[in-house]
């Protein structure tokens, strides 16, 4: 089945404790990218991929990283998480570009305490 | 920037009326408009995908409209079903994908 997968899907974690949320896709998309949705804001593109080893910054870059070392993944670092990063986090991946039809994941529920 | 507002909000309908939710946006210059669904907690599903070149897309009981010069969109669900609860979304694409806050749809069985 094509589809893309996160997890973890729920985390609670602690300020300051360094994370990764993972993001995986088996249609061969070229393009990938990470969204955080929050009340009242909507969705936001935190970082997109434009294909392996080619990054670059989204809307609400700061506090977050990415890499892209495979065509399937697109791993969401947090290195050292605060309470504001509190969110729902969307993975998403399209074949090319960011003009073609977007495919996301389930989400993943990040609480910082 | 791209601004997206999707009115109304929320909106409640009897089970069996068709909903027509709408969606504007303020640069034309768009290569494509995508509807998408989500329950509470949920992922986002892609339910149309509207390009620049085209004015309508159907897929079963949705029907979404595009008319880019005017900068509007609308999505309709025909008879609709408690199962269609949902918020609905749409987000246009000019290079970039901006998402309008959604309208929540409760429909009463």
């Known amino acids: 089945e094509a589809q893309v997968t996160q997890n973890p899907r729920y985390l609670i974690t602690v300020t300051g404790k360094k994370l990764t949320v993972t993001c995986s896709q088996n249609m061969n998309h070229e393009y990938m990218s990470w969204y955080r949705q929050d009340p009242g804001l909507g969705l936001r593109q935190i970082y997109y991929s434009m294909n392996v080893e080619v990054t670059d910054k989204g809307d609400v870059p700061e506090g977050y990283k990415v890499s892209r070392k495979e065509k399937r993944n697109f791993p969401l670092i947090l290195e050292s998480p605060s309470p504001n990063q509190t969110s729902l986090y969307f993975c998403?991946?399209?074949?090319?570009?960011?003009?073609?039809?977007?495919?996301f994941g389930p989400g993943t529920r990040l609480t910082v305490t | 920037k791209q601004e997206v507002t999707q009115i109304p909000a929320a909106l409640s309908v009897p089970e069996g009326e068709n909903l027509v939710l709408n969606c504007s946006f303020t640069?034309?210059?768009?290569?494509?408009l995508q509807w998408f669904r989500q329950d509470p907690g949920k992922g986002l599903t892609s339910l149309l995908l509207?390009?620049?070149?085209?004015r309508e897309q159907t897929s079963g009981r949705l029907n979404a409209s595009l008319d880019k010069s005017s900068g509007r969109s609308t999505l309709y669900i025909a008879a609709s079903q408690p199962g269609d609860s949902a918020t609905y979304l749409c987000?246009?694409?000019?290079?970039?994908?901006?998402f309008g806050a959604g309208t929540t749809v409760t429909v009463r069985a």
């Open positions: 640069d034309s210059a768009i290569y494509n």
């Open positions: 509207i390009q620049s070149s085209q």
């Open positions: 987000a246009v694409n000019d290079y970039k994908l901006s």
């Open positions: 998403a991946s399209s074949l090319r570009e960011s003009t073609h039809e977007q495919y």
